[in-house]
Every structure is written in structure tokens, then in C-alpha cells.
């Protein structure tokens, strides 16, 4: 009950495809002394080259399972596969710290039938092997501590090993496995102070970190706790992230809008990055966070306050001061949607698919998207593309190729009529680095972004980029030094006449709760609309009724949830249960009653 959805959530999770080159194989990195990931205990090798071990039936389960293991340790697909087939990872590999210590464990119960001819033999091959795996390195330091260590551990199991089958006295078999644990901590720790602490920087995550301002500020703690002391409201949520960290509001106790993309399914992901192009500050293929400051996208995901550096100019359109702080000020959304909407102009995901991201939003905001085809024809935004002239800056533009000359440089929008109307532009284009391995920043007026440098393993490929600031004649966009291909040029005019109109609406919800996995309300469809939109993340899990009878969930606006409605009240609940979950447990609970049973009759029968 817990492996199915487990797997289920693992295919169901998204990151973006790896455009580069992945090997099937690639025997570079030294198992037995110094790789990055996991180095093989000598003993296990030794062990491993003992043929009369492998007669337990124990000792070749976690042999061959060590084995399989150290197959797939070089094979960058395999990494590529156990990172959802992204980017090769090999956090993987901790499984074969776990089974070559079961095969340890497994040889160690033999060595009371182990001859002095047969540890020779091992000896020999392990001794070899190891040789081998030093002259194959080419970067192999034998003067390293990994190589010192190794070099004196194998021949020292070996003579312990000697003596306990010279001499089959149980204190020698259990100074041998006091050895083995001793050596595999010492080795443990210096790696993880060499490669882990310093060369992974893993020891600035201390004591001081976690108590500083920048992890879990007590600043922030008082806005937050000021937030909650005002709202009424239980559904709400606070754009805010100390620094880059995208769990923030796990640490901190808020409803936020941000959180390691691991942690939901892909259609949130799939929301962020290709349905709505929401820019996040920092292209990573690992994160969302936050929602580019778009006040549509705000007020209907229930984005009630954000917190901001003071000076920022990036306040989201209709967001007023609420509070400040000596570094921070509070800004509270004045167009706030409710949590449940209802609609009846629905709009499909197919009939938008080539509609700008504005327009998806207008969308959302009128009626309702949904999963598949049908609907009515797509709505229209200001478009304002050719009302702006191109002129350079310090660069070269031409065909689309920038070639940015200066220390900083680029291309201004500039509006032919000089009239800016109040409210914000939506700034589209698709921006590719020529330079295959340099990150760099991008602004665009007063609003900053970063993206990877092409061969950086969190780069997402996603290069059709949709940024928001506050209308302005003049659109500003600046690149470092380097050539780049900037195309797609695009600019839409947003006054907020639709979102402003939709706040004007009442809402019809009414006794919401939220307990667990379930999730009730009331409301009342005066409208008489077709369906119930509400902003939870949908899953495959999610079952619905109303007023008592089973509804179908919808996937809603991209990534969330929706169930049709009666004219009138309707009382509406949502359960959630991991998909597969009654299945599963009942697999689970059969098997559990099957191996009892077995258990008690085996244990009846007579013995032979």
C-alpha cells in the first residue's frame, strides 16, 4: 500500500527532458578508492572473490544485488533513469551501502568453513583487482588518503581473516567484525570531511545557519504572525522565500507558493512552466516558487499578501501596504477571487494551446479551463507588439541574433505613441544562450531573473519566457556581454478590467473546512453555473460528491481541481486517498494474513 503509490507518484512526477548527450556507459570513476558517490569496503571485495560464500543463499542475494548495483554505477542512463530521466544523479547509490553490508554480513556467519588455500586464492584476485583499478585510473593519487587507506585496510582484513581460520576462536571472529565496522566509520567520516563537508560546502549548514536571519528570520516571523493575527480568512496564502530556499513555508508554518517540485505532481510543474511560462527568479528544474508577481494568477490562487524587500519595485498590480518592518514591508492583494468559483463558460486546454499565457489567464478568469477539447473559441488580449520600435544598446541586433558588446547591453521596446495606460505589460519572448557553459542574468526594467548556463544539469530547455512590470513606455531588456538568440518578440497590455470585473461577483461559498484529506463546503450556485472550480492541486485520488451524490473530479485551470453543480445550494465534499490506496491495502493485507497463516502451519507440521 505504500510501494504502488509510491511508483505511481515517481512516473507522475515531471522534470524537464535532458538535452544533452547521456552515455550508456562510461567507466571513468573508481569504485574501489575513490569515487564520488560510494566506495566499495575492501572486505566486500574480498568476500566477493570467496566461491565457497556463495553457496549462501543470503550471501548471492546481496552479492548479486551489489553487483547489479556496481553495473548500473556506470552507466549514466541508469542515473538519468532514477532522476525521473532527467539529468544523471546517483543519490541512488546509498542501496549499495546497504547491500554489500548484507553480503559482509552473510560471509562473516562462514568463516568457520573457510580454508587458508581458499583466502589465498581471494586474496589474490581481490589484490589484483585492486591493482587493476589503480593502474586503470589515470587521475589516481597514491598519495591520497582515499588510496592510503584502501591500499592498508584490504591487507589488514586479509591477516585478520588468516588468523580467525588459523586460530577459529570466537574472539578473533569478533575483533575481525569489530574491524570491519571501524574501518567502514573511519573511512565514512573522512570522506564525509573531505568531500562532503568541504568540496560539497555541507558544513556551512550548521547551527549558525539554521539560527541566522537568512534561513528563519525573526523579522519574518513577526510579519508572519501579525498576517495571521488579521485574517479572518483560513484561505489564504503569502508569497515569501528566504533566499532561494523553496521550502520555506514548511519551515516557517505559512501557506506559501513555493516548494521543492518533488514534493507535487507535474501538472503544478507543467503549470509553472509551459501552460502560464511563470517566471520564478531562478531557472531551476527543481523548484516553483512564487508566481512572477501576475495579479490574475494572485487572485486565483488565493496569493492574499506578499512580503518584499523595502525598495523592491516588484508589487504585483491592486497589492496595497499592509505593514512594515525595518527591512520588509507586507503588501495585501485589494482583489482577492474566493477559494470555490463557479463557472459556466468552459474553455479546453487544446483550444488555448497556442493562445499567449495573458489570454490563458483571461480564460480562467471568465469561465473555466479544462482537460481536453470543446468549448467556446478562445478569448483575445491586448496585443501591443507593433505599437513598440527596437532600438539597441550597446548590441547588435539582427534576424533575432543579439551580440551584446558592452559590459551590459541589449535592446529597448520603445511605445511609438508614448501612451501608457495604467496597469501592467506581460513581456514574452524566447531567449537561448549561445555560450555553452556560462549562467547569466537577465532584467527586464526593474525585475530580475537568472538562468543556467547550458550544460548545468538543473537547466530546464524551457526558453519561452513570459515577465511581468508595471506598464511603462519604455521596456528595458539587458543581457551580459555575449550573443544570444532573443525571438518571439512579444508585448500585451493587462489593465485588469477582467480580473476587477470578477472581483465584483459575490461568492457563493459558505462553511469551509478543511480536516486532513477532506475537504467540505457549501455552496450556493444563484448563478447557476455548470461547475465549481477550487484551488486545490489536483491528483489522481481525489474523489468528490455533492449533496450526496459522486461527482466526477475534473482537472481544472491546468492543475487543479473542479466538479459540476446543481442551481441552488449544494454541499460539496472532497476525500483524498493516495491513488490505488484500497487496492493496495488489500494486496497488502491479504499477503500479510497469507504469510501468518503459512507461518502457524509450518510451525504445526511435524518435523521430519
Excluded at 39 to 61: E, G, N
Excluded at 98 to 126: H, K, N, P, W, Y
Excluded at 335 to 358: I, K, M, Q, V
Aim: proline share 4%; net charge negative.
Amino acid at each position: 500500500m505504500s510501494f504502488v503509490p509510491a511508483v505511481y507518484a515517481y512516473l507522475n512526477n515531471h522534470r524537464p527532458a535532458f538535452q544533452q548527450d547521456i552515455e550508456w556507459v562510461n567507466l571513468t570513476d573508481n569504485i574501489l578508492f575513490t569515487s564520488r558517490y560510494i566506495v566499495l569496503p575492501a572486505i566486500f571485495l574480498l568476500f566477493w572473490t570467496i566461491p565457497a560464500f556463495h553457496r549462501s543463499r543470503l550471501f548471492r542475494l546481496f552479492a548479486l544485488f551489489t553487483l547489479i548495483g556496481v553495473l548500473l554505477h556506470y552507466s549514466p542512463i541508469a542515473a538519468s533513469l532514477f532522476n525521473g530521466f532527467s539529468a544523471p544523479q546517483y543519490r541512488w547509490e546509498y542501496f549499495m551501502a546497504f547491500v554489500s553490508g548484507g553480503a559482509v554480513a552473510a560471509g562473516l556467519e562462514r568463516i568457520g568453513g573457510l580454508t587458508m588455500r581458499q583466502l589465498i586464492a581471494s586474496s589474490a584476485f581481490a589484490l589484483l583487482a585492486c591493482n587493476l583499478a589503480i593502474r586503470i585510473d589515470q587521475g589516481f593519487d597514491a598519495g591520497s588518503w582515499q588510496a592510503v587507506f584502501v591500499s592498508l585496510s584490504l591487507p589488514a582484513a586479509i591477516l585478520l581473516l588468516a588468523a580467525a581460520i588459523r586460530w577459529p576462536r570466537p574472539l578473533l571472529k569478533k575483533i575481525l567484525a569489530v574491524y570491519i565496522v571501524a574501518s567502514a566509520v573511519v573511512f565514512a567520516n573522512f570522506y564525509q570531511a573531505d568531500a562532503i563537508l568541504e568540496i560539497g560546502r555541507i558544513k556551512n549548514v550548521n547551527e549558525e545557519l539554521l539560527t541566522t536571519t537568512g534561513y528563519d528570520s525573526l523579522e519574518i516571523r513577526g510579519l508572519l504572525e501579525e498576517i495571521h493575527s488579521q485574517e479572518s480568512d483560513p484561505m489564504y496564502r503569502i508569497d515569501w522565500m528566504e533566499d532561494i530556499r523553496n521550502n520555506t513555508p514548511i519551515v516557517q508554518e505559512f501557506r506559501g507558493l513555493s516548494a521543492y517540485s518533488s514534493i507535487l505532481n507535474k501538472n503544478l510543474l507543467y503549470f509553472y512552466l509551459y501552460d502560464l511560462e511563470i517566471d520564478m527568479g531562478r531557472e531551476s528544474v527543481s523548484r516553483y516558487a512564487s508566481l512572477g508577481n501576475r495579479a490574475n494568477l494572485h487572485s486565483l490562487l488565493q496569493g492574499k499578501y506578499t512580503i518584499l524587500e523595502k525598495g523592491d519595485p516588484n508589487v504585483p498590480y491592486g497589492f496595497e501596504e499592509l505593514t512594515a518592518s525595518e527591512n520588509f514591508v507586507v503588501y495585501r492583494n485589494t482583489n482577492n477571487l474566493p477559494f470555490a468559483r463557479s463557472a459556466s463558460d468552459s474553455y479546453s486546454e487544446a483550444g488555448l494551446e497556442t493562445s499567449h499565457p495573458l489570454v490563458r489567464e483571461h480564460a480562467m478568469l471568465n469561465g473555466i479551463v479544462l482537460d481536453g477539447d470543446g468549448g467556446p473559441a478562445p478569448l483575445s488580449a491586448a496585443d501591443q507588439t507593433q505599437q513598440y520600435q527596437i532600438q539597441e544598446q550597446a548590441a547588435v541586433y539582427d534576424n533575432g541574433l543579439l551580440e551584446v558588446r558592452g559590459e551590459t547591453g541589449g535592446i529597448d521596446l520603445t511605445r511609438k505613441d508614448g501612451a501608457v495606460l495604467e496597469g501592467d505589460l506581460y513581456v514574452s519572448f524566447h531567449l537561448e544562450n549561445e555560450a555553452s557553459s556560462e549562467g547569466f542574468i537577465l532584467t527586464v526594467n526593474g525585475y530580475e531573473t537568472s538562468r543556467k548556463a547550458n550544460d548545468s544539469i538543473y537547466r530546464t530547455y524551457v526558453d519561452d519566457l513570459t515577465l511581468r512590470i508595471p506598464a511603462d513606455e519604455n521596456v528595458k531588456i539587458r543581457l551580459p556581454q555575449g550573443n544570444y538568440w532573443l525571438t518571439e518578440l512579444q508585448v500585451f497590455e493587462e489593465t485588469y478590467e477582467v480580473l476587477e470585473a470578477q472581483v465584483q461577483k459575490p461568492s457563493g461559498a459558505s462553511n469551509i473546512e478543511i480536516d486532513g484529506s477532506k475537504v467540505t463546503l457549501d455552496y450556493d450556485n444563484v448563478q447557476q453555473d455548470e461547475y465549481l472550480f477550487l484551488s486545490i492541486p489536483y491528483e489522481r485520488g481525489w474523489k468528490a460528491s455533492v449533496n450526496g451524490e459522486k461527482a466526477p473530479v475534473l482537472k481544472a485551470n491546468y492543475a487543479f481541481v473542479a466538479v459540476p453543480i446543481e442551481a441552488g445550494m449544494n454541499a460539496v465534499e472532497f476525500t483524498y486517498r493516495p491513488p490505488y490506496f484500497g487496492v493496495a491495502s488489500a494486496v497488502s493485507l491479504l499477503s500479510a494474513l497469507a504469510g501468518l497463516f503459512y507461518l502457524i502451519f509450518r510451525k504445526r507440521q511435524p518435523a521430519p
